[in-house]
């Protein structure tokens, strides 16, 4: 088996402020993804890469940034919060094998804004 | 923009009874749908996926698929309290290569 895991687990920030969200896998999975989560609600996407060096938006990109840097690892920046923005955002991984791309999910980083 | 909708929005159910979720593709270029589980506090998991027309059974889950219709539907029967979960549907677009949407959900509630 593999695991996820994200750094910062919680992040307080500030209005406008420049926040960065990281996430590692060592499935040795191809594509990974950046959701945001609501309280409550369901998954939106906001980034996915199919593979190291490629990024595709999803629906929820405008507001952030991503970065693939290498296989394993996968970053989401927040370019300027938003005041009361609070989320959870979930870094899923997944084989790039289409049937059986089940999404592996790490932990969270719930981000609060002040 | 491709969506997926899920429904009911939120379900009570007595423990023993029966469950049922729907979820539906707005575009047709669809082909993979995945039912995940997430209890409160925790990440998502993936409890079934189905990508063929029919049925398919796993304990006392059942998914169901209608391609023509871009309905899945899961059924959880005989339901017990630690069914009490959100329930999200995702789906694969096949114009978009591996962009997965998921739902909005689904909150179970099994009542003892």
């Known amino acids: 088996g593999g695991i996820i895991t994200q750094t910062p687990k919680f992040l307080i920030g500030q209005e406008g402020q420049k926040l960065t969200l990281k996430c590692q896998q060592n499935f040795n999975h191809d594509t990974m993804y950046w959701y945001r989560q609501d309280s409550g609600k369901g998954l939106r996407l906001i980034y996915y890469?199919?593979?190291?060096?490629?990024?595709q938006k999803g629906d929820l990109s405008e507001g952030y940034d991503a970065s693939r840097e290498k296989k394993s690892s996968f970053s989401l920046t927040v370019t300027s919060a938003q005041k009361n923005e609070m989320a959870v955002f979930l870094c899923?991984?997944?084989?790039?094998?289409?049937?059986?791309?089940?999404?592996?999910f790490g932990p969270g980083t719930r981000l609060t804004v002040l | 923009q491709q969506k997926v909708q899920q429904s009911p929005e939120s379900l009570i159910v007595p423990e023993g009874g029966m469950a049922s979720l729907n979820c539906t593709s707005s575009?047709?270029?669809?082909?993979y749908f995945w039912w995940y589980r997430q209890h409160s506090g925790k990440s998502p998991k993936m409890l079934m996926s189905i990508f063929s027309n029919g049925e398919k059974e796993e304990g006392r889950f059942t998914v169901h698929l209608n391609k023509a219709s871009l309905h899945t539907s899961l059924h959880i029967r005989d339901s017990q309290p630690s069914d009490s979960a959100l329930y999200l549907c995702?789906?694969?677009?096949?114009?978009?290569?591996?962009?997965?949407?998921f739902g909005t959900g689904t909150r179970l509630q099994v009542l003892p």
């Open positions: 575009d047709r270029n669809v082909d």
């Open positions: 995702a789906a694969r677009f096949t114009s978009n290569t591996n962009k997965v949407v």
């Open positions: 899923a991984s997944s084989s790039r094998g289409g049937a059986y791309a089940e999404q592996f």
């Open positions: 890469s199919i593979t190291e060096n490629d990024l």
